[in-house]
């Protein structure tokens, strides 16, 4: 267990919708991190959030969203979902930005059909 | 920008015999390297990371890797393979010092052989 909780692990949900993923970091982590694991395109970084401000930002659609609470936690909207955009998300933490390497968590495997 | 290549997405070793992973990189600024390693349905683990200290670096798990500047290069070696080691590799470069976005490799999968 890396300390960073991801949930749900498997979402099965139909095209045109929205789903919610929701990432909880290491405790004392103030840094979130998404990124974006598919077959086609690997591991892409989407966005990342330091302590509620959002810091970086990747190859992050406009139909994706994201925010970090105040408690830390982090949710990553993705709306009208399309078929390509069946990938694992994945979310990492670290104490502070970047330099020293994230936590990744396990994962939230996305099916869209 | 960065970028990273990672030579060979499958390399088969025997069981006992060196892992070599070779990765290079491209960057504008002075970069920070990393290797992770993903077994199947986990996430990624940090293996090891280069922050301009010692170009040798020595990671978890009884790999290490080499920044050699002048080939662009920061290849990821074991001495000797175990069947545990068998696994997805990805090296990763940073956006700079800040490090706030890594930017991977396709990976290499790395098979063990009795």
């Known amino acids: 267990d890396s300390g960073v909780t991801q949930t749900p692990k498997h979402l099965i949900t139909a095209t045109g919708q929205r789903v919610t993923l929701r990432c909880s970091p290491r405790s004392g982590d103030l840094s979130v991190y998404w990124y974006q694991q598919s077959l086609d395109q690997g591991l892409q970084f989407l966005i990342q959030?330091?302590?509620?401000?959002?810091?970086a930002k990747g190859n992050i659609l406009e139909r994706f969203s994201a925010q970090q609470f105040p408690d830390l936690h982090s949710e990553l909207n993705l709306s009208s979902l399309e078929l390509g955009d069946s990938a694992l998300y994945f979310c990492a933490s670290s104490v502070r930005e970047g330099g020293y390497g994230y936590t990744f968590g396990s994962g939230t495997r996305l099916t869209v059909v | 920008a960065q970028s990273v290549t990672q030579l060979g997405s499958h390399v088969s070793v025997s069981e006992g015999a060196l892992v070599l992973l070779r990765c290079n990189y491209s960057?504008?600024?002075?970069?920070?390297l990393f290797w992770y390693v993903q077994y199947p349905n986990q996430g990624l683990q940090l293996l090891l990371k280069?922050?301009?200290?010692?170009?040798l670096v020595k990671g978890i798990n009884g790999f290490e890797a080499e920044f050699k500047k002048s080939e662009t290069s920061f290849h990821l070696t074991k001495p000797s393979a175990h069947m545990s080691d068998a696994a997805e590799y990805f090296c990763a470069v940073s956006d700079g010092r800040s490090a706030r976005q890594l930017t991977f490799g396709s990976g290499t999968q790395l098979t063990v052989l009795p």
């Open positions: 960057s504008s600024v002075p970069p920070y």
């Open positions: 959030y330091y302590n509620g401000e959002e810091r």
């Open positions: 280069y922050t301009s200290a010692a170009t």
